[in-house]
């Protein structure tokens, strides 16, 4: 009987040691193909080029006009613009090299927002901070610039 007992017991950790140790592995372990990885993180790259270039084009073309209306237009159109840009399986991790690319890319979107709220202080009573937009700007055309996929 004390033999019987001992036996399930043995037979019981080791299964629960195998269990934490495939789970350890298998959760470390890429949800996101390469090919599938390669291609969102393409198509990231390049939605968030096309939002910076939209963003700048539009704060000079409207600073110059010095029509605050015509930017909140702009801005109810871009902000929703932004905030869907990255695709839903970013949350999931990547394959190696990839996985970084994809925390830079992710780094140079939070970088937007406050760029755009220093735009925006140029239509309402609140002054601008050159200096910050020019850091702004330099890090996120860093980001864009230097990484390849």
Not at 22 to 33: A, C, R
């Amino acid at each position: 009987m004390n033999n019987k007992l001992f036996i399930i017991i043995v037979l019981v950790l080791s299964l629960s040691i195998i269990g934490v140790l495939g789970y350890k592995q298998f959760s470390g372990m890429p949800k996101v193909s390469n090919s599938e990885s390669k291609q969102l993180l393409i198509e990231y790259k390049k939605n968030l080029e096309d939002l910076y270039a939209e963003l700048n084009t539009e704060y000079s073309r409207l600073a110059a006009e010095k029509d605050p209306e015509k930017w909140e237009d702009f801005s109810a159109q871009w902000m929703p613009k932004l905030l869907n840009v990255r695709p839903e399986v970013m949350g999931s991790k990547f394959p190696n090299g990839y996985e970084e690319i994809k925390i830079e890319l992710m780094t140079a979107q939070s970088d937007f927002m406050p760029l755009w709220a220093e735009y925006n202080k140029d239509f309402s009573e609140q002054e601008s901070d050159g200096q910050k937009i020019e850091e702004l700007k330099n890090r996120i055309e860093n980001i864009l610039n230097s990484v390849e996929i």
